[in-house]
């Protein structure tokens, strides 16, 4: 009897993750997934990412993605709500469709890449540390944490433990070698910050290109991503190799240095 108790609860348990993390929406271009209660990532077909959380007051699109014909309308297969837009850092892949929106937020050190990347035409909410979105019930309080970009910032649902990063700490790896140049000492910084903030209830970091990786990184990621800045900006990180990707931003010659799970590309010219 008891045997038959603990499958029964073992079925529970797998029935209710397969609910947690279901399909609910898919099209040419992307699929939305449940990941969590009021919570839902959207996978572009080609692999960049956003989120969208829902209060009971408004809800909130997290980055703008790339090919997404009629976002908003595919928003609003998840939500009614009125829509807050927030772009973690403008390169392509992440604000490709903000003159979708009449409103977008960010911050403002990252308005020496807008006219690159997506010249946008609405009306601009500049953030910046400690800045807070009230969903209803839900808070979404913004984090700067330069390194990838100037202005990079990461979003932090304290009470559900997530923290949304873009591309702040990667999807494995993140890139450093990009233009404008931030120094690896900085980074570090943002680095710290988040490691700090994960001794403190944040649990999850839900990545800027999620379907890479299909789940949360958790401390001991962090921890590594930490340990690597550092370990570059003082000069005494394992020897680095060449990278094989060259994007028109950044170095024409770029390394890449791992350390456990997390890895580093940079310019090794332009460290700090």
């Known amino acids: 009897m008891h045997l038959k108790s603990n499958l029964a609860l073992i079925l529970i348990l797998i029935s209710a993750i397969y609910t947690s993390a279901q399909e609910v929406f898919k099209n040419n271009d992307l699929s939305i997934t449940k990941l969590e209660k009021n919570m839902w990532v959207v996978e572009t077909t080609d692999n960049t990412t956003m989120y969208i959380i829902e209060g009971s007051k408004k809800a909130m699109l997290i980055d703008t993605g790339t090919r997404c014909e009629k976002l908003e309308e595919v928003v609003r297969q998840i939500t009614q709500k009125p829509l807050v837009v927030v772009v973690t850092h403008i390169h392509g892949d992440h604000s490709g469709n903000m003159n979708q ?14 006219n690159s990347f997506n010249p946008y035409k609405g009306k601009i909410h500049f953030v910046g540390d400690g ?13 700067f944490t330069p390194g990838h970009t100037p202005g ?7 009470k559900a433990g997530n923290c949304y990063s873009g591309d702040a700490f990667g999807s494995g790896q993140v890139w450093m070698q990009l233009l404008p140049h931030v120094s690896m000492a900085i980074y570090a910084e943002s680095c710290r910050k988040m490691e700090a903030l994960m001794d403190k209830g944040i649990t999850n970091i839900y990545c800027g290109h999620y379907p890479y990786v299909k789940s949360a990184f958790g401390k001991s990621y962090m921890t590594e991503m930490r340990q690597l800045a550092e370990e570059l900006s003082k000069g005494n990180a394992p020897k680095g190799e060449p990278y094989p990707i060259k994007v028109g931003i950044g170095t024409q010659n770029p390394m890449i ?10 310019d090794p010219e332009k460290i700090n």
Request: hydrophobic fraction near 45%.
């Open 101 to 114: 929106f009449d409103e977008v937020y960010f911050h403002a050190a990252d308005t020496v890449l807008l």
């Open 131 to 143: 800045y807070k979105f009230d969903l209803g019930g839900t808070t979404l309080e913004v984090l």
């Open 152 to 158: 990079s910032i990461v979003l932090l649902d304290r």
């Open 257 to 266: 240095t791992t350390k456990g799970g997390a890895s580093i590309v940079y």
